[in-house]
């Protein structure tokens, strides 16, 4: 159970108490799906007490509805001690208890911090290059997908398998190399008997050769498919052209991850249409079924291309639909 922090989905009540304690309330956060909020212009913080908590109470106009999440959070100033001793001063255990307070309030939203990210790490999606600096990745599982990586032991059991088949083949032209030989050596009277024997045994060594030559080139093509940098075609030992590494798709696909959002249209308690969105990196969770009218679908899956881009006017990363005097909703061109 989180000591630092509680969170609530909206319901339309402006009121929402917390219990965790505090040296002050500037050290209380209030955020919307994310959004930090301002003290005294969203919301003030009534009967509080540093040891009891409070209550956060949403100012007029500033009352969050459903789905919004609302995080109330503790987060300590560690700046500067909160009180600073001076040579010759008695020193008061208040204050001795106000400066341990800081550093353990500090270290319990560490811990939460820490742990709320233990919960949330599986299928992580790494944006841009991952540098291990020297370090082995170590437990690869074994590739299935074509644009999975490959382990070690992966490409030992190819490596092992081409040689195989390599000595299968040179043991195959040496006994009938050995065959001809014997054949020649017992009908001396038939040399031209020998004659094919011999020629088929250098044939069936020819054969054998070709084919290592194909084994060794399949292992350097599997080698540039798991090892070549991103963004650089190769061209196969067939002659196919283009061809990139497991790794080139990996970042594609993590640069696609990025990039998509979520955009749900739903109704709220007044009747007015609200629009939810969140990006791939936003850790809430959203339930299609709310985003539903008449069982069909009010929900789509984008990419940020429906996002403002400009960096003035506050509108950064928030979506440019809107509804004209018409009462049509239509995706506004300035970016």
């Known amino acids: ?18 219990t965790f304690p505090s040296i002050t309330t500037t050290d209380v956060d209030v955020k919307l799906d994310g959004a930090l909020q301002t003290a005294g212009t969203h919301y003030n913080i009534v009967n509080y007490t540093p040891t009891g908590g409070g209550t956060v109470e949403f100012t007029t106009g500033n009352i969050p509805s459903n789905p919004v999440i609302i995080r109330i959070a503790r987060s300590t100033d560690v700046g500067s001690p909160r009180v600073t001793y001076t040579p010759g001063s008695s020193v008061k255990a208040a204050d001795l208890n106000e400066n341990a307070l800081q550093t353990i309030y500090s270290l319990q939203e560490e811990k939460d911090a820490v742990q709320n990210l233990g919960g949330t790490l599986s299928n992580v999606t790494i944006s841009g290059n991952l540098n291990v600096d020297s370090n082995r ?5 074994d590739g299935i997908s074509a644009t999975d990586g490959v382990n070690k032991q992966q490409v030992e059991d190819i490596t092992t398998n ?5 000595a299968g083949h040179a043991a195959t032209a040496t006994a009938q190399a050995n065959a001809a030989a014997s054949s020649a050596s017992a009908a001396q009277s038939s040399n031209q008997s020998a004659s094919a024997y011999a020629t088929l045994a250098a044939a069936s060594a020819t054969t054998a050769q070709n084919a290592g030559s194909n084994m060794t080139a399949q292992v350097n093509d599997a080698a540039a498919y798991a090892a070549n940098a991103a963004n650089t075609a190769f061209t196969t030992s067939t ?13 594609l696909a993590s640069t696609y991850a990025g990039q998509t959002v979520f955009y749900g249209f739903a109704r709220n308690s007044v009747g007015s249409l609200t629009l939810t969105y969140a990006t791939a990196s936003d850790s809430a969770t959203y339930a299609t ?11 789509i ?3 940020s291309a429906a996002l403002h881009t400009a960096t003035s ?5 928030t979506p440019r639909y809107s509804l004209n005097t018409s009462g049509h909703l239509i995706l506004n061109t300035t970016m």
């Open 162 to 166: 081409n040689n195989t088949v390599l």
């Open 301 to 303: 899956i984008g990419n």
């Open 1 to 18: 159970m989180a000591l630092t922090f509680i969170e609530y989905t909206a319901d339309g009540n402006n009121n929402k108490n917390f």
């Open 137 to 141: 990745i170590t437990n690869v599982a």
């Open 289 to 299: 079924k709310d985003y539903e009218y008449k069982g069909e679908a009010q929900w």
């Open 239 to 251: 002659g196919v052209t283009n061809q990139f590494s497991s790794l080139h798709y990996a970042n």
């Open 313 to 317: 006017g506050g509108t950064q990363g």
